[in-house]
C-alpha cells in the first residue's frame, strides 16, 4: 500500500506536534478546570490526540496495526461518553451542579 500524497507533503514531525500539543491541552483541562462536562470533553481531546498519533504512525509506517488500534480506542470513546454523561446527569440530579469540587456532598 501507498502512503497517500496528502501525507508525504506533511513530514510526520508536524503531526507529533500536533498530538503532543492537543495532548497537552486535553491534560491541563483535566487538572484546571472544575466543570465536568470541559474535564469529560478534555480527556475525549486526549484521546483524539492519540488516536492522530496511531493513525500518523500506522500510515507512514504502511501498516494497519494503528488504524486498527484506532477503531477500538474509538468504540471505547464511545462507550466512555454513554457511561460518563449518565454520571453527569446523575450528579447534576443530585447537586444541582456539575461542579466537581461538589461532589464531596455525595459521600454522605
Known amino acids: 500500500m501507498q502512503i ?3 501525507m508525504r507533503t506533511v513530514p510526520l514531525e508536524y503531526y507529533l506536534f500536533f498530538s503532543t500539543a492537543l495532548f497537552v491541552i486535553g491534560v491541563l ?14 480527556v475525549e ?8 498519533l496511531l493513525a500518523s504512525f500506522s500510515s507512514y509506517r504502511q501498516d494497519s496495526v494503528g488504524q486498527v488500534f484506532v477503531f477500538f480506542i474509538m468504540a471505547v470513546a464511545a462507550a466512555e ?13 443530585n ?13 454522605g
Not at 45 to 52: D, F
Not at 81 to 93: F, N, Q, S, W
Open 95 to 107: 447537586t444541582k451542579s456539575i461542579d466537581v469540587q461538589l461532589l464531596n456532598r455525595l459521600k
Open 45 to 52: 481531546l486526549m484521546l483524539n490526540a492519540v488516536n492522530l
Open 29 to 42: 483541562g483535566v487538572l484546571t478546570r472544575r466543570n465536568a462536562l470541559v474535564i469529560f470533553m478534555s
Open 81 to 93: 461518553v454513554t457511561v460518563g454523561l449518565a454520571i453527569i446527569v446523575m450528579i447534576y440530579r
Open 4 to 6: 497517500p500524497e496528502v
